[in-house]
């Protein structure tokens, strides 16, 4: 079972765990986070497996300070302005990313964009300690409501993980409203602590609502983000030109002569292959294939994330297809 310690001890145990790639559960304003490193595949593959989460949906990344912030995404004006009024706070801002800001890419599930929020008290001092930005979605198991205090989150998660850090019930309850700039208008993802009326007066103009095609959080699409190459599952053989994704200790037939190569796990750790997926199916979409055929991966535990986002990869293109 998890360890709970109240937010005034618990500072060096869990930088210690954070430091080793595992997870901690901390409180925010809003509600308790499952947090990870950002920087650290393993430790963000953690979050997913712990949360039990059948896809892999882009995570907020929390950071200590604006300096943090502007090393991580491209700050437009008006982005810039509702930082300033709102952050520390509930407000997450979803921004493109700076390149080469060292967020894994299974934080942002390989989007170019990235969500951004800097949360009050305890997570801000362990932030800036580990100095680093956390990943962390909320400290529920996945399809469960979002977590208030330390008990509901050791009750739901505590035998999978280490550490619950205990700072009471979260003052707000509710999660961070989320923002996205797009061109010079600002658009009302998830409406949370901060409401609508309030960002809109700081900007003083109306928020866009809903999707283009009523698409609220990415990864609803059967298709987001797929590479250039076409992907095909679960396959026992590799034909000519193709690429070759593999995972574990038994090859396709064939796989000598695959374009480009590259093995999820060698020891077909699922944990190791979450952490790998994104920058792996990049690699071999810039290697210029046509196809990239997909050795099969099993459905067990981060299995079942890994399949859903290869299939969702292999889907159709002209992504108007919803997620099922
Ligand atoms: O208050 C909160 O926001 C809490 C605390 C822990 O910070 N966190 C939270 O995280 O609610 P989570 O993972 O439960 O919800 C994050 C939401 C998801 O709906 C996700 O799709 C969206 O943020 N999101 C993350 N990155 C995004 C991106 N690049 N573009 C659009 N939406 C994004
Ligand atoms: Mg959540």
Known sequence: MAEILAVGEALERALALLQSGDVVAIPTETVYGLAGDATNGIGVARIFEAKGRPRFNPLIAHVADM???ERIALFDPLSKKLARAFWPGPLTLVLPQRPGNG?????TAGLDTIALRMPRGFGGDLIARLGRPLAA??????????????QAVAADLGARIKLVVDGGATPVGLESTIVKAEGARLRLLRPGGIAAEEIEAAIGMELLRGGA??????????????PGAAMRLNAGTVNKGEALLGFGSQ?????????????????GDLREAASNLFAYMQDLDRSGVRTIAVEPVPFDGLGE????????????????????
């Not at 095609?213 to 797929?226: D, I, K, R, T």
């Not at 994330?305 to 099922?324: F, K, M």
């Open 213 to 226: 095609a009523g698409v609220e959080a990415p990864g609803m699409l059967a298709s987001h983000y797929a």
């Open 137 to 150: 979605p909320s400290a529920n198991s996945s399809g469960k409501i979002s977590a208030t205090t330390a």
């Open 67 to 69: 300096a943090m912030a």
């Open 251 to 267: 090859r396709a037939e064939g796989w000598r002569h695959a374009a480009a190569f590259l093995n999820l796990s060698e020891t």
């Open 305 to 324: 994330a890994i399949n859903d986002r290869l299939s969702r990869a292999a889907a159709p293109r002209d992504n108007t297809q919803p997620a099922t």
């Open 103 to 107: 967020i894994h890419p299974l934080v």
